[in-house]
């Protein structure tokens, strides 16, 4: 059975239920936005996580513009940023019950605490690979240059477990992918989401990493999170699927940053 915003072709119909690279492959139903309301999204996002967040940095840090803040400024500043994006896309995608129903904000039939634990599972398996990789294992781009301090991990916690997951899998998944495949076609429009979260990640959250953790940790992290995430929304129709995962991802990135500072 296929979800609810996908097409099957009368060739997967007949056959054995597909695999995960089939059901990425089955036809992506039209949604009712369109490519300039998907690509406004993704600006907001943008124009929140660089201007409005690097305000609240030098702000709340009392230093110029000449000056780096330091990163739990920054991350006090993501976390509202991404509220904003929130904000701005419920408003504009609750604004008909159509659009609102293909965002698809509901519970997958597998349950969400399974959902989560696939997003526990995926966090591990993607560190190890990215920590491989890297010839060692280190706290994500979004952590990189914290202390050991409580304030600032809270402030890690608020952004990785809450306002990322939220603001990214609304845009991201909920708006940006199904976009994409439409218009596209599934695969092209599943590859090049994977490529706009990853050229997101690396612009935003990767600028200030050392060299070989700028490739690792700046690009093939959030290209394996974004294609994990990818995948999950195509085959379980749910965008809130995405963000519970992404969600689960959050709090063990932050408990595993929290144990390789000591």
Do not use: C, K
Not at 16 to 34: C, D, K, R, V
Not at 106 to 120: D, E, H, N, Q, T
Not at 173 to 200: E, H, K
């Amino acid at each position: 059975m296929s979800s609810p915003d996908t097409q099957q072709t009368d060739q997967q119909t007949e056959s054995a239920t597909p695999n995960l690279l089939q059901w990425i492959g089955l036809p992506q139903a039209e949604p009712p936005w369109s490519l300039l309301d998907a690509a406004l999204a993704l600006f907001a996002l943008m124009v929140a996580m660089t201007i409005i967040a690097t305000a609240i940095a030098l702000n709340v840090s009392g230093t110029d513009a000449s000056t780096t803040p330091p990163r739990d400024a920054f991350l006090l500043g993501w976390a509202v940023a991404g509220f904003i994006t929130v904000a701005f896309v419920l408003i504009r995608w609750r604004r008909t019950p159509e659009m609102w129903q293909a965002m698809r904000m509901v519970s997958p039939r597998l349950g969400l605490p399974i959902v989560a634990l696939m997003g526990v599972a995926a966090a591990f398996a993607i560190d190890l690979a990215v920590g491989t990789g890297n010839g060692a294992v280190q706290p994500v781009a979004i952590f990189y240059g914290l202390g050991s301090a409580s304030n600032q991990w809270l402030l890690a916690a608020v952004f990785a477990v809450v306002a990322q997951p939220v603001a990214e899998g609304l845009v991201f998944f909920g708006v940006l992918q199904a976009r994409l495949r439409a218009s596209f076609g599934a695969w092209p429009g599943y590859l090049l989401t994977i490529v706009l979260f990853t050229a997101y990640h690396a612009l935003i959250f990767g600028a200030q990493l050392p060299d070989r953790a700028a490739l690792w940790y700046g690009v093939v992290y959030p290209a394996l999170v974004a294609a994990f995430l990818g995948a999950m929304r195509i085959r379980l129709g749910s965008t809130l699927a995405v963000i519970i995962a992404y969600a689960a991802m959050g709090i063990t990135t932050v408990l595993a940053g929290l144990a390789l500072i000591g």
